[in-house]
């Protein structure tokens, strides 16, 4: 078994969660230049994406959620799964898929928080998680887009034991939050327009660095993807909201300096 990396309440796995996942693995392996193996899970073939060897993604098919969520989702570290998991539905929240052993890995479930914003919690035992980190095609950032900022704070604090920091150098001009642990930085929250926040539901974002920006969202365009917002000057360097063919939403940062903690990109930490 390996050491836990990942402390309870760290985004510890991305997943794209899609009814057309081959055509996923084509797009994200020409963009972000990952190789991808096929795993089983029940009846589902679960795509591995890594990067040199190294585990940074996921891609499964509508089966494994049964057909929810969809899109980019975020699992977080969590000790004891199954507690997590009930105090999720407590605060008023949703179980997509409950807990789940996965073989070579660890235990995973799934769900959605009280504004609609779907997500995960995984026990690592086999496999702790993410293999890279701040590098090209590797995980970067996770941020919460929401209209109800203050509520969803209130709710993911309470689920992980965050503590905040509001920013006012946000690259987009809307207030912004860091949700942290033991003050380091771990996930944002963007606040969104409010005005319609029944049509708008809450968006976990998954960013992915680049070498260079502009030619990954000219590339974007060519694999067939579609670019939406920026770029964007940011702190950590500049980044482009794209959505991939199947209209999932991802962002690209060509990253200046690292936002989430990086202690899983060397070799010792991801052997040990």
């Known amino acids: 078994m390996n050491d836990h990396v990942f402390r309870p309440g760290e ?3 991305v997943e794209l969660c899609t009814p057309a996942p081959e055509a996923a693995e084509e797009f994200y392996g020409a963009l972000l230049g990952w190789s991808v193996r096929h795993e089983r899970i029940g009846d589902s073939t679960y795509r591995m994406c890594s990067i040199d060897g190294r585990d940074v993604a996921g891609i499964s098919d509508d089966a494994l959620h049964g057909g929810r969520p969809r899109g980019w989702l975020t699992y ?3 000790d004891d799964i199954d507690g997590v998991a009930r105090e999720a539905v407590a605060l008023g929240g949703e179980l ?3 807990p789940r052993h996965l073989p070579a890995a660890g235990t ?3 769900a959605i928080d009280p504004f609609g914003a779907a997500f995960g919690l995984y026990q690592g035992e086999a496999r702790a998680g993410v293999q890279l980190t701040n590098l090209p095609g590797a995980l970067c950032w996770n941020e919460l887009d929401t209209g109800e900022p203050h509520k969803s704070v209130s709710y993911y604090r309470s689920l992980f034991g965050y503590g905040t920091e509001s920013r006012s150098d ?3 001009g809307r207030p912004y939050s860091v949700l942290t642990l033991d003050d380091v930085p771990v996930a944002g929250v963007l606040e969104m327009d409010n005005a319609w926040p029944n049509l708008v539901p809450s968006k ?3 960013y ?5 920006l502009d030619a990954a969202v000219a590339r974007t365009a060519e694999l067939g993807g579609t670019p939406t917002i920026g770029p964007i000057d940011s702190p950590n360097g500049p980044l482009h ?3 991939d063919p199947g209209g999932h939403t991802v962002c690209l940062i060509q990253l200046q300096d690292g936002l989430r903690p990086d202690h899983v990109s060397s070799p010792s930490a991801v052997n040990r």
Do not use: N, R
């Not at 992915?208 to 260079?212: I, K, L, Y």
């Open 108 to 110: 995973g479930a799934t």
């Open 96 to 98: 997509v898929t409950a």
């Open 204 to 206: 976990w974002i998954t």
């Open 208 to 212: 992915f660095g680049v070498t260079a």
């Open 241 to 243: 909201l794209v959505k």
């Open 76 to 78: 977080f570290a969590v």
């Open 170 to 172: 946000s690259p987009t």
């Open 11 to 13: 985004a510890v796995w």
